[in-house]
Protein backbone atom coordinates (compact mmCIF):
# COMPACT_ATOMS: atom_id res chain seq x y z
CA UNK A 1 0.00 0.00 0.00
CA UNK A 2 1.24 3.62 -0.43
CA UNK A 3 2.35 5.54 2.12
CA UNK A 4 0.43 8.61 1.68
CA UNK A 5 2.00 10.69 4.17
CA UNK A 6 5.35 9.87 3.13
CA UNK A 7 4.97 10.45 -0.34
CA UNK A 8 3.23 13.79 0.63
CA UNK A 9 6.41 15.03 3.26
CA UNK A 10 9.10 14.01 0.21
CA UNK A 11 7.06 15.91 -2.09
CA UNK A 12 6.75 19.00 0.08
CA UNK A 13 10.86 18.65 0.66
CA UNK A 14 11.41 18.55 -2.96
CA UNK A 15 8.84 21.66 -3.39
CA UNK A 16 11.13 23.60 -0.42
CA UNK A 17 14.41 22.32 -2.05
CA UNK A 18 13.29 23.90 -5.19
CA UNK A 19 11.84 27.07 -3.79
CA UNK A 20 15.54 27.36 -1.69
CA UNK A 21 17.58 26.45 -5.39
CA UNK A 22 15.47 29.22 -7.23
CA UNK A 23 15.72 31.95 -4.16
CA UNK A 24 19.92 31.99 -5.22
CA UNK A 25 20.20 32.84 -9.21
CA UNK A 26 23.34 32.74 -11.27
CA UNK A 27 24.39 36.62 -12.21
CA UNK A 28 26.35 35.32 -14.72
CA UNK A 29 25.34 32.43 -16.85
CA UNK A 30 29.01 31.09 -17.51
CA UNK A 31 28.76 31.26 -21.79
CA UNK A 32 27.98 35.02 -22.75
CA UNK A 33 28.47 38.74 -21.09
CA UNK A 34 24.61 39.01 -21.66
CA UNK A 35 23.57 41.50 -18.90
CA UNK A 36 26.70 43.16 -18.32
CA UNK A 37 28.75 46.10 -19.88
CA UNK A 38 32.34 47.16 -19.85
CA UNK A 39 32.44 50.67 -18.45
CA UNK A 40 35.50 53.60 -17.37
CA UNK A 41 38.61 51.72 -18.59
CA UNK A 42 39.65 49.85 -21.33
CA UNK A 43 40.88 46.42 -19.88
CA UNK A 44 38.80 43.88 -22.27
CA UNK A 45 36.49 41.13 -20.25
CA UNK A 46 35.68 38.27 -22.01
CA UNK A 47 34.61 34.77 -21.26
CA UNK A 48 36.85 31.73 -21.14
CA UNK A 49 35.89 28.34 -19.52
CA UNK A 50 32.70 29.57 -18.19
CA UNK A 51 34.25 32.68 -16.19
CA UNK A 52 34.71 36.26 -16.79
CA UNK A 53 38.26 37.04 -17.13
CA UNK A 54 39.28 40.64 -17.57
CA UNK A 55 43.30 41.68 -18.37
CA UNK A 56 44.98 43.91 -17.19
CA UNK A 57 46.41 46.82 -19.11
CA UNK A 58 48.68 49.76 -18.97
CA UNK A 59 47.46 53.51 -19.58
CA UNK A 60 44.10 52.70 -18.82
CA UNK A 61 42.03 54.50 -15.63
CA UNK A 62 40.31 51.72 -13.41
CA UNK A 63 37.68 49.28 -15.55
CA UNK A 64 34.30 48.02 -14.62
CA UNK A 65 32.06 44.99 -15.56
CA UNK A 66 28.86 46.45 -14.41
CA UNK A 67 25.80 44.66 -14.41
CA UNK A 68 22.87 46.56 -16.64
CA UNK A 69 20.37 45.76 -13.71
CA UNK A 70 20.60 47.84 -10.57
CA UNK A 71 19.95 45.82 -7.37
CA UNK A 72 18.90 46.92 -3.97
CA UNK A 73 18.76 43.95 -1.14
CA UNK A 74 20.97 41.36 -2.08
CA UNK A 75 23.32 38.60 -0.89
CA UNK A 76 26.12 37.98 -3.61
CA UNK A 77 28.54 35.32 -3.86
CA UNK A 78 31.20 34.19 -6.32
CA UNK A 79 34.92 33.40 -6.38
CA UNK A 80 37.63 36.03 -7.60
CA UNK A 81 41.63 34.96 -8.35
CA UNK A 82 43.99 37.63 -9.25
CA UNK A 83 47.13 37.37 -10.23
CA UNK A 84 49.96 38.27 -9.34
CA UNK A 85 50.76 40.48 -5.78
CA UNK A 86 51.48 43.80 -6.69
CA UNK A 87 47.97 45.57 -7.64
CA UNK A 88 44.60 44.97 -6.48
CA UNK A 89 40.71 44.67 -7.63
CA UNK A 90 37.43 44.77 -6.04
CA UNK A 91 33.51 44.05 -6.57
CA UNK A 92 31.36 47.09 -6.64
CA UNK A 93 28.15 46.98 -4.95
CA UNK A 94 25.30 49.66 -5.03
CA UNK A 95 27.38 51.94 -7.22
CA UNK A 96 26.87 54.18 -10.01
CA UNK A 97 28.56 55.57 -12.30
CA UNK A 98 29.26 59.43 -13.59
CA UNK A 99 29.20 59.67 -17.22
CA UNK A 100 30.93 62.45 -17.38
CA UNK A 101 33.93 61.21 -15.39
CA UNK A 102 37.33 60.28 -16.87
CA UNK A 103 37.06 62.61 -19.62
CA UNK A 104 33.55 61.23 -20.58
CA UNK A 105 34.75 57.55 -19.96
CA UNK A 106 32.74 57.40 -17.32
CA UNK A 107 33.41 57.15 -13.36
CA UNK A 108 32.53 54.10 -11.31
CA UNK A 109 31.40 55.67 -7.63
CA UNK A 110 30.54 53.16 -4.84
CA UNK A 111 31.11 50.93 -2.01
CA UNK A 112 33.54 48.01 -3.17
CA UNK A 113 34.72 44.91 -1.94
CA UNK A 114 38.45 44.63 -1.59
CA UNK A 115 40.49 42.60 -3.33
CA UNK A 116 44.21 42.86 -1.84
CA UNK A 117 47.05 40.68 -2.16
CA UNK A 118 50.03 43.07 -1.05
CA UNK A 119 51.45 43.20 2.10
CA UNK A 120 49.00 45.75 3.14
CA UNK A 121 46.52 42.64 3.11
CA UNK A 122 43.15 44.32 3.29
CA UNK A 123 40.80 41.58 1.89
CA UNK A 124 37.44 41.96 2.40
CA UNK A 125 37.82 45.43 3.35
CA UNK A 126 35.61 48.06 2.10
CA UNK A 127 36.57 51.14 0.13
CA UNK A 128 34.03 53.96 -1.28
CA UNK A 129 35.30 54.28 -4.90
CA UNK A 130 35.57 57.28 -6.17
CA UNK A 131 33.86 58.88 -2.73
CA UNK A 132 34.95 58.85 0.56
CA UNK A 133 37.86 56.26 0.12
CA UNK A 134 38.08 53.83 2.78
CA UNK A 135 35.57 53.12 4.97
CA UNK A 136 36.75 50.06 6.49
CA UNK A 137 40.24 48.80 5.94
CA UNK A 138 41.56 45.61 7.83
CA UNK A 139 43.46 47.59 10.73
CA UNK A 140 39.78 47.53 12.20
CA UNK A 141 39.77 43.59 12.13
CA UNK A 142 43.60 42.60 11.51
CA UNK A 143 42.84 38.62 12.48
CA UNK A 144 41.19 38.92 8.78
CA UNK A 145 44.35 39.57 7.29
CA UNK A 146 45.77 36.21 6.76
CA UNK A 147 42.48 34.85 5.24
CA UNK A 148 43.25 35.68 1.65
CA UNK A 149 45.48 32.97 -1.00
CA UNK A 150 47.34 34.09 -2.63
CA UNK A 151 47.14 33.37 -6.47
CA UNK A 152 44.49 31.20 -6.14
CA UNK A 153 40.43 31.21 -6.10
CA UNK A 154 39.12 33.03 -2.86
CA UNK A 155 35.03 32.66 -2.03
CA UNK A 156 33.41 36.28 -1.02
CA UNK A 157 30.49 36.09 0.38
CA UNK A 158 28.84 39.91 0.77
CA UNK A 159 25.62 40.43 2.15
CA UNK A 160 23.82 43.96 1.33
CA UNK A 161 20.57 44.15 3.24
CA UNK A 162 18.99 47.58 4.26
CA UNK A 163 22.21 50.03 5.70
CA UNK A 164 24.10 47.47 6.47
CA UNK A 165 27.03 45.85 4.44
CA UNK A 166 28.32 42.75 5.65
CA UNK A 167 31.72 40.62 4.04
CA UNK A 168 33.25 37.40 4.02
CA UNK A 169 36.08 35.46 2.64
CA UNK A 170 36.76 32.01 2.57
CA UNK A 171 33.71 31.90 5.08
CA UNK A 172 35.57 34.23 7.58
CA UNK A 173 33.57 37.11 8.50
CA UNK A 174 36.09 40.18 7.39
CA UNK A 175 34.10 44.21 7.37
CA UNK A 176 30.76 45.33 8.98
CA UNK A 177 29.64 48.35 7.83
CA UNK A 178 26.46 50.32 8.21
CA UNK A 179 25.80 53.43 5.66
CA UNK A 180 22.95 55.32 5.11
CA UNK A 181 23.94 55.92 0.71
CA UNK A 182 22.65 54.30 -2.13
CA UNK A 183 20.15 52.21 -1.19
CA UNK A 184 20.53 50.59 -4.58
CA UNK A 185 22.86 50.17 -7.61
CA UNK A 186 24.60 47.84 -10.08
CA UNK A 187 27.08 45.62 -9.30
CA UNK A 188 30.41 45.68 -10.63
CA UNK A 189 33.76 43.33 -11.01
CA UNK A 190 36.71 45.61 -11.38
CA UNK A 191 40.13 45.23 -12.98
CA UNK A 192 42.66 48.08 -11.21
CA UNK A 193 44.34 50.46 -13.08
CA UNK A 194 48.47 49.31 -13.33
CA UNK A 195 49.80 52.90 -14.79
CA UNK A 196 52.41 52.09 -17.03
CA UNK A 197 53.73 49.41 -15.02
CA UNK A 198 54.97 46.43 -17.80
CA UNK A 199 55.29 44.15 -14.79
CA UNK A 200 51.16 43.57 -14.44
CA UNK A 201 50.63 44.30 -17.62
CA UNK A 202 48.69 41.36 -19.36
CA UNK A 203 48.00 39.88 -15.85
CA UNK A 204 44.53 38.73 -15.51
CA UNK A 205 41.46 38.27 -13.20
CA UNK A 206 39.01 35.88 -12.71
CA UNK A 207 35.39 35.75 -11.65
CA UNK A 208 33.10 32.49 -11.57
CA UNK A 209 30.34 31.15 -9.81
CA UNK A 210 28.49 33.89 -9.59
CA UNK A 211 25.30 34.06 -8.09
CA UNK A 212 22.95 36.02 -6.11
CA UNK A 213 19.60 36.22 -3.76
CA UNK A 214 17.07 39.28 -3.74
CA UNK A 215 14.18 37.44 -2.33
CA UNK A 216 13.73 36.18 1.23
CA UNK A 217 17.08 36.69 3.04
CA UNK A 218 18.55 35.72 6.00
CA UNK A 219 21.42 37.71 7.19
CA UNK A 220 24.25 35.29 8.29
CA UNK A 221 25.27 36.61 12.02
CA UNK A 222 28.54 37.73 12.76
CA UNK A 223 30.27 36.55 15.36
CA UNK A 224 31.45 38.97 18.64
CA UNK A 225 34.16 40.75 19.01
CA UNK A 226 34.21 42.92 15.67
CA UNK A 227 34.38 46.29 14.93
CA UNK A 228 31.57 48.08 13.27
CA UNK A 229 32.23 51.36 11.51
CA UNK A 230 28.73 52.87 11.50
CA UNK A 231 28.00 55.82 9.31
CA UNK A 232 24.32 56.47 10.94
CA UNK A 233 24.66 59.67 12.97
CA UNK A 234 24.24 59.45 16.63
CA UNK A 235 22.54 55.62 16.62
CA UNK A 236 23.78 52.55 17.64
CA UNK A 237 23.03 48.76 15.76
CA UNK A 238 21.65 45.91 17.72
CA UNK A 239 24.80 43.97 17.28
CA UNK A 240 26.63 47.48 18.65
CA UNK A 241 24.47 47.18 21.71
CA UNK A 242 25.33 43.59 22.40
CA UNK A 243 28.73 44.38 22.17
CA UNK A 244 28.27 46.89 25.33
CA UNK A 245 28.78 49.67 22.95
CA UNK A 246 26.46 53.64 24.16
CA UNK A 247 26.71 56.47 22.94
CA UNK A 248 27.84 59.48 24.54
CA UNK A 249 26.18 62.26 22.52
CA UNK A 250 22.26 61.45 21.58
CA UNK A 251 22.39 63.77 19.14
CA UNK A 252 20.06 66.33 20.61
CA UNK A 253 20.94 67.58 24.45
CA UNK A 254 23.91 67.61 26.79
CA UNK A 255 23.03 65.00 28.64
CA UNK A 256 26.05 63.42 30.57
CA UNK A 257 28.22 66.62 29.96
CA UNK A 258 29.37 69.39 31.81
CA UNK A 259 32.11 72.24 31.56
CA UNK A 260 35.32 71.62 32.51
CA UNK A 261 35.74 72.51 36.18
CA UNK A 262 32.21 73.22 36.40
CA UNK A 263 29.01 71.97 37.53
CA UNK A 264 26.93 72.68 34.20
CA UNK A 265 27.01 72.94 30.73
CA UNK A 266 28.25 75.98 29.39
CA UNK A 267 25.97 78.84 28.86
CA UNK A 268 27.87 79.82 25.65
CA UNK A 269 30.16 78.47 23.21
CA UNK A 270 29.11 74.84 22.88
CA UNK A 271 25.67 74.55 20.12
CA UNK A 272 23.88 71.36 19.42
CA UNK A 273 22.10 71.31 16.08
CA UNK A 274 20.73 68.48 13.66
CA UNK A 275 22.74 65.65 15.38
CA UNK A 276 25.96 67.87 15.94
CA UNK A 277 27.32 69.23 18.93
CA UNK A 278 29.72 72.41 17.75
CA UNK A 279 32.27 74.45 18.93
CA UNK A 280 30.98 77.68 18.09
CA UNK A 281 33.93 80.17 17.01
CA UNK A 282 35.61 82.91 19.33
CA UNK A 283 38.41 83.96 17.58
CA UNK A 284 40.96 80.70 18.09
CA UNK A 285 41.03 81.32 21.63
CA UNK A 286 41.87 78.29 23.89
CA UNK A 287 39.32 77.88 26.42
CA UNK A 288 37.90 81.48 26.96
CA UNK A 289 34.09 81.02 25.54
CA UNK A 290 32.27 78.42 26.34
CA UNK A 291 35.58 76.27 27.56
CA UNK A 292 36.10 72.42 27.24
CA UNK A 293 33.22 69.91 27.83
CA UNK A 294 33.98 66.67 29.86
CA UNK A 295 32.13 63.83 30.40
CA UNK A 296 29.98 63.41 33.90
CA UNK A 297 31.48 59.56 33.95
CA UNK A 298 35.09 58.66 33.91
CA UNK A 299 36.70 55.92 31.99
CA UNK A 300 40.02 53.38 32.41
CA UNK A 301 40.34 50.91 29.43
CA UNK A 302 37.36 51.70 26.60
CA UNK A 303 36.93 51.56 22.97
CA UNK A 304 35.98 55.43 22.39
CA UNK A 305 34.63 56.41 18.52
CA UNK A 306 33.95 59.67 17.43
CA UNK A 307 32.91 61.57 13.72
CA UNK A 308 34.51 65.25 13.81
CA UNK A 309 34.18 67.72 10.68
CA UNK A 310 36.76 70.63 10.54
CA UNK A 311 36.93 73.96 9.15
CA UNK A 312 39.17 75.77 7.27
CA UNK A 313 42.41 76.54 9.90
CA UNK A 314 40.30 74.95 12.73
CA UNK A 315 41.57 72.93 15.98
CA UNK A 316 40.48 70.63 18.64
CA UNK A 317 40.75 67.83 20.30
CA UNK A 318 39.49 64.99 22.53
CA UNK A 319 41.00 64.29 25.56
CA UNK A 320 41.37 61.33 27.47
CA UNK A 321 42.20 60.66 31.63
CA UNK A 322 41.00 63.77 32.39
CA UNK A 323 41.02 63.95 36.25
CA UNK A 324 40.15 68.23 36.77
CA UNK A 325 43.26 67.35 39.63
CA UNK A 326 45.26 69.99 38.38
CA UNK A 327 42.70 73.21 38.65
CA UNK A 328 44.76 75.05 36.34
CA UNK A 329 43.55 77.80 33.62
CA UNK A 330 43.00 76.88 30.17
CA UNK A 331 42.49 73.76 28.75
CA UNK A 332 42.08 71.23 31.04
CA UNK A 333 44.62 68.96 31.08
CA UNK A 334 44.78 65.32 29.64
CA UNK A 335 45.96 62.92 27.00
CA UNK A 336 45.00 64.20 23.60
CA UNK A 337 43.75 63.29 20.37
CA UNK A 338 44.72 66.41 18.37
CA UNK A 339 41.86 67.28 16.01
CA UNK A 340 43.43 69.59 13.81
CA UNK A 341 43.66 71.49 10.23
CA UNK A 342 47.24 70.23 9.04
CA UNK A 343 47.56 72.24 6.24
CA UNK A 344 46.45 75.75 7.82
CA UNK A 345 46.67 75.84 11.67
CA UNK A 346 50.04 77.11 12.51
CA UNK A 347 50.35 74.43 15.47
CA UNK A 348 51.23 71.88 12.93
CA UNK A 349 54.38 73.27 12.61
CA UNK A 350 55.00 73.65 16.34
CA UNK A 351 56.38 70.67 18.84
CA UNK A 352 58.60 68.16 17.99
CA UNK A 353 58.50 66.71 14.56
CA UNK A 354 55.32 67.01 13.62
CA UNK A 355 53.98 65.65 16.87
CA UNK A 356 51.14 68.46 16.98
CA UNK A 357 49.15 67.07 13.56
CA UNK A 358 45.90 65.78 13.07
CA UNK A 359 45.57 62.67 15.34
CA UNK A 360 48.97 63.16 17.04
CA UNK A 361 49.44 62.38 20.28
CA UNK A 362 49.19 65.89 21.14
CA UNK A 363 53.13 67.16 21.92
CA UNK A 364 54.25 63.24 22.07
CA UNK A 365 53.64 61.01 19.24
CA UNK A 366 53.30 62.07 16.11
CA UNK A 367 50.53 60.14 13.95
CA UNK A 368 52.14 58.41 11.22
CA UNK A 369 49.09 58.66 8.30
CA UNK A 370 49.10 58.97 4.34
CA UNK A 371 47.35 61.99 2.69
CA UNK A 372 45.50 59.03 0.92
CA UNK A 373 43.63 58.39 4.16
CA UNK A 374 42.79 61.92 5.18
CA UNK A 375 39.50 63.11 3.88
CA UNK A 376 39.48 67.08 2.92
CA UNK A 377 38.41 69.92 5.32
CA UNK A 378 34.48 70.17 5.41
CA UNK A 379 33.93 66.56 5.39
CA UNK A 380 33.11 63.93 8.03
CA UNK A 381 36.01 61.90 9.69
CA UNK A 382 36.37 58.78 11.48
CA UNK A 383 38.81 58.65 14.81
CA UNK A 384 39.21 55.77 17.11
CA UNK A 385 40.80 55.54 20.00
CA UNK A 386 41.33 52.50 21.94
CA UNK A 387 42.81 51.86 25.86
CA UNK A 388 43.29 48.27 26.58
CA UNK A 389 43.22 47.04 30.24
CA UNK A 390 47.07 46.72 29.49
CA UNK A 391 47.74 50.35 28.98
CA UNK A 392 48.08 49.90 25.43
CA UNK A 393 46.61 52.62 23.54
CA UNK A 394 46.08 53.10 20.17
CA UNK A 395 44.83 55.91 17.74
CA UNK A 396 43.12 55.74 14.30
CA UNK A 397 42.08 57.83 11.95
CA UNK A 398 39.32 57.47 8.87
CA UNK A 399 40.11 53.26 10.28
CA UNK A 400 43.86 53.27 9.55
CA UNK A 401 46.16 52.75 12.69
CA UNK A 402 48.21 55.96 12.82
CA UNK A 403 50.22 55.36 16.43
CA UNK A 404 50.25 52.92 19.05
CA UNK A 405 52.52 53.81 22.72
CA UNK A 406 52.04 52.41 26.76
CA UNK A 407 50.98 54.38 29.06
CA UNK A 408 53.56 54.73 32.15
CA UNK A 409 56.23 53.01 30.08
CA UNK A 410 59.74 53.90 30.32
CA UNK A 411 59.47 55.32 26.49
CA UNK A 412 55.94 57.18 27.85
CA UNK A 413 57.50 58.73 30.62
CA UNK A 414 60.98 59.94 28.17
CA UNK A 415 58.25 61.53 26.02
CA UNK A 416 56.36 63.29 28.88
CA UNK A 417 59.62 64.92 30.19
CA UNK A 418 61.11 66.88 26.97
CA UNK A 419 57.17 67.91 26.39
CA UNK A 420 55.00 70.84 27.39
CA UNK A 421 53.40 68.00 30.26
CA UNK A 422 57.06 67.79 31.98
CA UNK A 423 55.66 69.71 35.07
CA UNK A 424 52.48 67.69 35.66
CA UNK A 425 53.27 65.13 38.31
CA UNK A 426 52.21 61.36 36.61
CA UNK A 427 50.67 63.13 33.35
CA UNK A 428 48.68 60.62 31.84
CA UNK A 429 48.92 58.24 33.75
CA UNK A 430 46.03 58.54 36.32
CA UNK A 431 43.60 54.76 36.63
CA UNK A 432 40.43 56.81 35.27
CA UNK A 433 39.62 59.79 33.91
CA UNK A 434 36.99 61.56 31.61
CA UNK A 435 36.44 62.08 28.60
CA UNK A 436 37.11 65.96 27.05
CA UNK A 437 36.13 67.89 23.99
CA UNK A 438 38.13 71.23 24.01
CA UNK A 439 37.23 74.52 22.91
CA UNK A 440 40.29 75.79 20.95
CA UNK A 441 37.79 78.83 19.97
CA UNK A 442 37.16 77.21 15.91
CA UNK A 443 34.28 75.74 15.00
CA UNK A 444 34.61 72.25 15.28
CA UNK A 445 31.56 69.41 14.89
CA UNK A 446 31.51 65.97 16.41
CA UNK A 447 28.57 63.64 16.71
CA UNK A 448 28.60 59.69 16.76
CA UNK A 449 30.52 59.69 19.77
CA UNK A 450 30.28 55.81 21.15
CA UNK A 451 32.04 53.96 24.07
CA UNK A 452 32.71 50.36 24.51
CA UNK A 453 34.57 49.74 28.53
CA UNK A 454 36.71 47.01 27.70
Not at 47 to 60: A, S
Not at 68 to 81: Q, T
Request: hydrophobic share 35%; charged share 25%.
Amino acid sequence: MLNIRKYSLLALSIISFSAAAQKTKPLFDGKTLTGWKAVAGAAPYKVEDGMIVGTMTKDTPNSFLITEKEYGDFILELDVKLEGESTNSGIQTRSHIKQEGNRGKGQVFGRQVEIDPTPRSWTGGVYDEARRLWLYPLELNPTAKSLYKKNEFNHYRIECIGNELKTWVNGSPVSYVIDTLDQSGFIGLQVHSIGNNLENDGKKVYFKNINIETTGLKSKAFPKGIYTVNLSPNALSAYEKSEGYKLLFDGKTNNGWVGAYKNTFPAKGWKMADGVISVEPSGGSESTNGGDIVTKEEYSAFDLSFEFKLTPGANSGLKYFVTLNEKNTGSAIGLEYQVLDDELHPDAKLGRDGNRTLASLYDLITSKKEARYLRPIGSWNNARLVVYPNNKVEHYLNGVKVLEYVRGSEEFKKLVAISKYKDWKNFGEAPKGHILIQDHGNKVDFRTIKIKTL
